[in-house]
């Protein structure tokens, strides 16, 4: 089984869709699916989470591609709001729903590994072999951005695309 997580709120859902659309067309293999969403509506009218309306529409489509694919829902407000409502990155011009995959190591419910993928992502080929990449003895592995290397740092990485080791 693959294990997949993403994050966000219900404004990604769209996103969400195509891409599961596009790893069902080219993966086969069942996949894991978690989806990591927080409410923060007191902050902004717009910060739903994620809903089980929108899961039934991601589990249709996870079907379509292996009938034992299962996703998961997993509520992450409690954490962050432990840690974050006085920080000052709850007011960037990013909304907070962009942290969300931070608390993963808090999630007990995680695998041992698992393939963060951003919800912009439009998936072109089987990702078999981008998960079966070893990462013992690593937090996670990620591939370097081609223009942060330019613009940021020559080990700037894309975090849109991350394999992670749970247990470490």
Same mark, same amino acid.
């Given at each position: 089984?693959?294990?997949?997580?993403?994050?966000?709120?219900?404004?990604?859902?769209?996103?969400?869709?195509?891409?599961?659309?596009?790893?069902?067309?080219?993966?086969?293999?069942?996949?894991?699916?978690?989806?990591?969403?927080?409410?923060? =509506?007191?902050?902004?009218?717009?910060?739903?989470?994620?809903?089980?309306?929108?899961?039934?529409?991601?589990?249709?489509?996870?079907?379509?591609?292996?009938?034992?694919?299962?996703? =998961?829902?997993?509520?992450?407000?409690?954490?962050?709001?432990?840690?974050?409502? +006085?920080?000052?990155?709850?007011?960037? =011009?990013?909304?907070?729903?962009?942290?969300?995959?931070?608390?993963?190591?808090?999630?007990?419910?995680?695998?041992?590994?698992?393939?963060?993928?951003?919800?912009?992502?439009?998936?072109?080929?089987?990702?078999?072999?981008?998960?079966?990449?070893?990462?013992?003895?690593?937090?996670?592995?990620?591939?370097?951005?081609?223009?942060?290397?330019?613009?940021?740092?020559?080990?700037?990485?894309?975090?849109?695309?991350?394999?992670? +080791?749970?247990?470490?």
């Amino acid at each position: 089984m693959i294990n997949l997580m993403f994050c966000g709120n219900d404004k990604v859902i769209d996103g969400m869709i195509i891409s599961l659309l596009s790893i069902v067309k080219h993966c086969k293999k069942p996949l894991n699916v978690f989806i990591l969403t927080m409410d923060l =509506h007191e902050l902004n009218e717009t910060y739903m989470p994620i809903n089980e309306k929108h899961i039934a529409v991601l589990d249709k489509i996870l079907k379509q591609g292996n009938e034992n694919s299962q996703i =998961h829902l997993i509520d992450i407000t409690k954490y962050f709001k432990e840690e974050m409502m +006085n920080s000052a990155n709850i007011e960037t =011009h990013y909304t907070p729903y962009i942290l969300v995959r931070l608390y993963s190591d808090k999630v007990e419910e995680l695998p041992d590994k698992v393939l963060y993928l951003d919800s912009d992502l439009v998936i072109y080929k089987n990702i078999e072999p981008l998960f079966d990449t070893k990462v013992d003895g690593y937090h996670f592995a990620a591939a370097g951005d081609y223009l942060g290397q330019f613009f940021i740092n020559k080990k700037y990485i894309n975090s849109g695309v991350l394999l992670m +080791n749970m247990k470490k």
